[in-house]
């Protein structure tokens, strides 16, 4: 319980944390409030068996609870109200927090997957947590702050009732150690059977073309209920055993109030106490058990609470870059490696490369996948930064650049393009804010996007989720025409015309024709036949640049690079 | 989908396990009933310690009886719980294997696409996540509400003014939890709202990170993002505070039944209506009777959230299924394919209108258009990712609906760009062509179609496991596996869709040797966008807008079809982009 508080104080910031510190204040102020009843009854009964009794003495007692009552309504009323605002806050802040990381964090870093994941983080997890946030506080310390306060007021009474309520109220807590120290010993089986399950079901779900065609029905369903059997087995057996403690400690409650009973009856009897102690001490055993009741039932909750908070705390961990250099206008687009070596995961990628591209050239790199060879032109813009060497722009390190000036620099031209869910002539004013109509359409004409104009709305058309409305081909080009307005000097082609119909790929080169016209380009590139004419070619493997020159050169030396060529013969007039 | 009430779902999905259920609710009526009757023990006592009455002995049998129905309510709850629990695992065990059943049967294109990410998730975590709501809702809330009428009920048969004046909190927390729905449907609304342009905004500038850094938008995408943040929280806020008096109203008099037992017990006893012990007992139920109410209502959240996800089991289970046999109906003759009158559209919108289509056996054909023209379709209605709308597809004779899925597997391969190899070995993802294949015969096929070499240079050869450690497969790698493991199929009928595109150069020659090495002796579809690929195909179907506009080889095609024509100059002068021309 105390972790899980910790884990969440820990989650919540300074002004967060003393929202919730109030509302703890202001739920003890209420369990204080509530346990006037016990006062109240005893008032009563004293009255009653004194023969003192009135109405007079009843409105007393009524009194005693409903003035603590309206107490405590104001209270209710501020702790609610604090603790959603603190909840909801937090996970507001939490997710600003993680928003404003990401714009530290090296570009590298993000694909597809990091990107969905930290997706499903800062909308899904938070949304969970942030419904959770607002009443786990609450949940987790009432129980234990009225059972507290209980004993108090019965202390107050006969401290031997009190001493018996307190004896009682440690065997209870006792037991959630033992059961917490259970389910500990559980967790690693569990665990188990969770992946045996998740991966399982994952493979399945992704095979199931293959799980179709190839037959595999009975046997692959086979594994995954073998693990689905398995899982239910662990964990039937995990609350089997844990069942019995649990209602052994429900039961111990119940034992604490016949013992209190016990207690109760006997100093009645002896004559120690009256009878309006003695029945309030009963009517006391009720309370509290009612009280202790209310303990320990958010296990569930603090699973939730430690998954979305670790989850979290993990994407604030990715490290982050400074970014905060010079802002810098560059008066050439001259690039150059100086013994860089770059590596990922303890794994090298780029090892000792010195290179340098002049102004204005066209440069490609050319070899095997997993070479290396998009890393270099990632660490050409500061997608990550490199551990030894340096890497100059303009003469000048790119890590003293800031960021946006140094982007300016950079275009880049990927096959995977992403598009914002809004208009396509809001998109293109991302690259250029103040970009006329005509900027725009000339912009649209060298891109050849003349399929804009037969769209309903035209350039107004708004781009739909995932682009459904629109071709991969006429997205690629729309964020062509988005790069021409943007201007940068320098152009990257990622293996940007790979895999394209023939009806698109002769409009997309004749795009990124104008695109690259007067610029400093440098391709990652296998089928253009302008990689033949680029001013050099660096053949890149493991890392290192193992060949550089021109195509004639490059065709005379026995190398990757005549290989390389040699077989792309064979495969593009390959018939089937 | 016929809407269902959540018991019933439960109770379908909990199959043999139901008795279980009922078994458990049995046990619970007996375990509240042991909580109640203690009561009328204690209240025993309290008589006796009214009359004064000071010998010890005289109060220990109520005790003993107050322990013994204690324990018997502990024993009734561990079997009331285990029982339920034992059947939610079942439940849920039961749940998953429908739904992957029925993934297994429903038409392959519809599960295709899905998303799944979000199906492992429901079927995974999501499934889970109901276990507390199945094994604890049904003793629990049984039992609470069991508790609240049994104690209810014992109040009134004491006193019958007592028992309805218990009442009066409850209903005042009744009435001011239902001023709470004044203006519920607006900041409702507003929530969902500024939820989901949270959620959207998150989206954006998460997914679309990259160009917010290349276009130096950083700042202004941030900005954006932390408003949607700010509204989406401020909005739930805003929501509290106003139905906040209602609410604290609500939470602070309902369970305080003694509010009203208290004065109302004195004011009668001061009247002489009601004799001191009643009294006192009634104070003494009246301090549990709303919390296992207020707990019940708890639970009404959970239900609702299980609710959510056992509709979207509901939803998968319900996915279309192929109409098929349990047995074939006959066997193929030969692997000539036929298409008859097949019409097809995704959702509303027909893509395919009546083609008509023989392909011999044995012969190779393309299917060739412009993007969007349906070929890919027609290609995969014959891979049976779909039954067609209208119209019939034979194999060497017999309709495919008259096969088992089981027979017509046998009969086709279909390799496309994207195999999936599984979380084992490649000796075992390779022998799933075949189960029946030794070791020597997968290596003979590895070596066929050459990838023995490549395999054979990996750290664990044919042991390495394929998966998320093995992820370091290139495409191209993964991509040559999956071809030999359909060659070890060894079917009559092969279908390749784009089957050499996204692979890596150095991989793309290598795969296409072993691609003429799988549809030796074979009828062969083929989809390529290359159309130098397929010049010397039997037969070239040229489809356009969802017919099929022209047929014939390469050269008859150039001299009749314009659109041919154009299609194979646009390829011509791409090619000649091509390194080696």
Known sequence: ?576 | MKKRGFLSILLDYAGDKKKYYTVSITAAIISVAAGIIPFYFIADIITKLIDHNEVFNDYVFDIIMILVLFLIKGLFHVLSTSLSHIAAFQTIKGVRKRATDSLALASLGDVKSENSGSLKNTLCERIDSTETTLAHIIPEVSSSVLCFLGTFVYLMILDWRMGLFSLIPVVIGVISYGTMTIGYEKYYKDCIEKTKVLNDTAVEYINGIEVIKAFGKSESSYEKFEKAAKEGASCYVNWMRNCNISFTAAMSVAPYTLLAILPLGGILFFNNLIPLNTFVICVLMSIGLISPLINAMGHADDISKAQVIFKEIDRIVSIKRLSRPTVSKAQPKDSSISIKDVSFGYKDEEVLHDINLDIKANSQVAFVGPSGAGKSTIAKLIASLWDPNKGDIYIGGVNIKDLTLEDYNKYVSYVSQSNYLFNVSIMENIRMGNLSASDEEVIEICKKCGVHDFIMNLENGYDTVVGDSGSHLSGGERQRISIARAMMKNSKIVILDEATAYTDPENESIIQKSLAELVKDKTVIVIAHRLSTIINSDDIILVNNGVIEAHGKHKELLAKSPLYKSMWNAHIQAKDGDIND
């Open chain 1, 1 to 576: 319980m105390i972790k899980m508080l910790k884990m969440f104080f820990g989650f919540c910031n300074k002004k967060r944390k003393r929202q919730f510190y109030l509302a703890i204040v202001l739920t003890i102020i209420m369990g204080i409030c509530e346990a006037t009843k016990l006062p109240a009854i005893w008032y009563l009964f004293k009255n009653i068996f004194e023969g003192t009794f009135s109405l007079t003495v009843v409105l007393h007692s009524f009194l005693i609870m409903l003035i603590p009552l309206m107490i405590s309504m104001v209270c209710r009323y501020a702790s609610t109200m604090l603790q959603c605002d603190g909840g909801y806050g937090s996970t507001c802040e939490k997710r600003i927090e993680i928003a404003e990381h990401l714009r530290y964090v090296p570009m590298g870093y993000f694909n597809n997957n990091s990107l969905g994941y930290i997706t499903s983080v800062t909308t899904n997890s938070m949304e969970q947590l942030s419904d959770i946030a607002t009443r786990v506080v609450m949940l987790v310390t009432t129980g234990l702050i009225n059972t507290i306060i209980v004993v108090i007021v019965l202390f107050f009474f006969d401290y031997r009732i009190g001493l018996v309520a307190l004896g009682g109220v440690l065997i209870f807590m006792a037991f959630n150690t033992i059961i917490k120290s259970m389910g500990k010993k559980f967790a690693p089986k569990k665990e188990k059977a969770d992946l045996g399950i998740l991966s399982n079901t994952l493979d399945y779900v992704l095979g199931i073309s293959e799980v179709k065609s190839y037959n595999l029905y009975g046997k692959y369903s086979k594994r995954l209920d073998d693990a689905n059997e398995y899982g239910r087995k662990v964990y039937q057996k995990v609350e089997l055993s844990m069942i019995p403690v649990q209602t052994i400690q429900t039961y111990i409650t119940r034992l604490i109030g016949v013992a209190m009973t016990i207690v109760a009856i006997l100093l009645c009897i002896k004559g120690e106490n009256d009878l309006a102690t003695t029945m309030t001490v009963i009517i006391g055993s009720y309370v509290i058990y009612a009280s202790l009741d209310a303990m320990g039932t958010f296990n569930a909750l603090s699973k939730i609470v430690e998954r979305c908070v670790t989850r979290a705390n993990e994407i604030l961990a990715i490290p982050t870059m400074n970014i905060s250099g010079e802002q810098y206008k560059t008066k050439s687009s001259d690039i150059e490696f100086k013994n860089v070596s770059f590596s990922y995961d303890k794994k090298t990628i780029i090892d000792n490369v010195s290179l340098k591209i002049k102004s204005n050239s066209k440069v490609a790199f050319v070899g095997p996948s997993g070479s290396g060879k998009t890393t270099i032109c990632h660490l050409m813009a500061r997608f990550w930064d490199v551990q030894k060497g340096s890497v100059l722009l303009d003469g000048k390190d790119v890590k003293d650049y800031n960021i946006d000036s140094l982007m300016e620099n950079f275009t880049f031209v990927f096959q995977n393009v992403y598009l914002f869910n809004d208009s396509i002539v809001n998109n293109l004013r991302m690259a250029k804010e103040n970009a006329s109509e005509e900027e725009i359409n000339n912009a649209l004409k060298l891109a050849c996007c003349d399929f804009v104009y037969d769209l309903p709305k035209g350039v107004n058309t708004i781009i739909g989720e995932g682009g459904s409305t629109l071709s991969g081909g006429e997205l690629q080009r729309l964020s062509i025409a988005r790069a021409i307005l943007k201007d940068s000097k320098i152009v990257i082609l990622d293996e940007a015309t790979a895999n394209v119909d023939p009806e698109n790929e002769e409009k997309l080169m004749e795009a990124i024709d104008h695109l690259t016209k007067n610029k400093t380009v440098i391709m990652i590139a296998h089928r253009l036949k302008t990689v033949r004419d680029c001013d050099n070619i660096f053949v890149i493997d493991e890392g290192k640049i193992v060949q550089s020159g021109k195509h004639d050169k490059l065709m005379e030396e026995d190398g990757i690079y005549k290989r390389f060529v040699l077989d792309r013969k064979d495969a593009v007039s390959w018939k089937i």
